[in-house]
């Protein structure tokens, strides 16, 4: 009888040790970039738990771990955009008082801004911002001194070098976005034709534009463009393997993204996702990792104001017949 109770009592201690070691896992999704090993082992330590995350290497990746579903995951930490179109399929859970404690807006920093489909901070947290500039081989160009600008990519004369190995996007709408951008036009809902000075840009890039479909690493590297119009954390991706790239960012006016983090909807570790997102809303100041993203407290990048800077949105809505009519210029 003693035995039995002996076993007994061994059996019970060593299923309250296993007990206390058991800790829950939180399965991020994320950029390569964003994380370092040192805030998730902050985060480890003070929540007693285990963090498991899987890092995409390009937005084109994120976008095929999307379609897969979020089943896997309790947490996203991805680009503005994404973050909205997940919410708007209902797929991010509202984040609680505690882990937007400190989502004040300070007027002065306009990178903050609010986005209507966020005001009050609660479908996700914007972490930090990326503005779109251009990336170029500076072996084969000289940066003479004076503003950057949007022309330098429709400018053969002065960048010989460039012809025909510029690279925007295989889309027209993003190539029409930037054109707009570049000759400060805009276009509404009720918009019959694209503004003539935004279509003679559009002209003048056609020109200059090379089609590529497969990774930019290996345009640059068979020599096949010479410059692109990339996220600033893009270039920094693409330094790692090309040496000689340089990023420059327009002096008047650009685009930027933002980074952020939200909640998957049918997570089941919602106390532990929403102190993680607390846990990084303390911290985004430690979040900048080897400068691949901007604090929102800049005021001024490289000599272009962020002021003038736009939220870029690729979502949105352009008339039917504005379609029709970039559909045939690039047919043409």
Do not use: C
């Not at 399965?27 to 899987?54: H, M, T």
Request: aromatic residues 12%.
């Amino acid at each position: 009888m003693l035995q039995f109770f002996v076993l007994v009592f061994l059996i019970i201690l060593n299923f309250s040790a296993n007990s206390a070691a058991f800790k829950p896992v939180l399965n991020l999704l994320a950029p390569i970039g964003v994380l370092s090993p040192k805030v998730i082992a902050q985060f480890e330590e003070e929540s007693r738990s285990n963090v498991r995350i899987e890092f995409v290497g390009s937005r084109y990746e994120y976008e095929s771990r999307l379609r897969a579903g979020l089943r896997n995951y309790d947490v996203v930490i991805s680009d503005e955009r994404v973050l909205q179109r997940l919410f708007l399929q209902r797929q991010l859970r509202s984040l609680n008082d505690e882990a937007i404690f400190s989502g004040t807006i300070n007027a002065t920093y306009p990178l903050q801004s609010k986005s209507r489909l966020n005001l009050d901070g609660r479908s996700y947290l914007t972490l930090m911002a990326d503005p779109m500039g251009i990336a170029f081989n500076k072996k084969n160009f000289v940066l003479k001194r004076g503003q950057v600008s949007w022309d330098w990519l429709i400018n053969p004369d002065e960048n010989p070098y460039w012809r025909q190995r510029v690279f925007v996007s295989n889309f027209p709408k993003h190539q029409l976005l930037l054109a707009l951008l570049a000759t400060s036009k805009e276009i509404t809902t009720s918009s019959w034709f694209i503004p003539e000075p935004t279509l003679k840009w559009l002209q003048s890039l056609k020109l200059q534009s090379a089609n590529i479909d497969y990774p930019l690493e290996l345009a640059f590297l068979g020599n096949k463009i010479e410059a692109a119009v990339i996220f600033r954390s893009d270039y920094l991706k693409l330094k790692k393997v090309i040496s000689d790239l340089k990023f420059v960012v327009p002096a008047k006016v650009t685009y930027y993204d933002r980074m952020g983090v939200g909640i998957v909807s049918d997570t089941v570790q919602e106390p532990l996702a929403q102190s993680f997102v607390k846990f990084l809303n303390r911290r985004k100041e430690n979040l900048i990792v080897n400068e691949n993203f901007l604090n929102f407290n800049t005021l001024n990048f490289e000599g272009s104001a962020t002021k003038n800077w736009v939220l870029y949105d690729d979502d949105i809505p352009i008339p039917r017949r504005i379609e029709n009519i970039l559909n045939e210029f690039y047919k043409k």
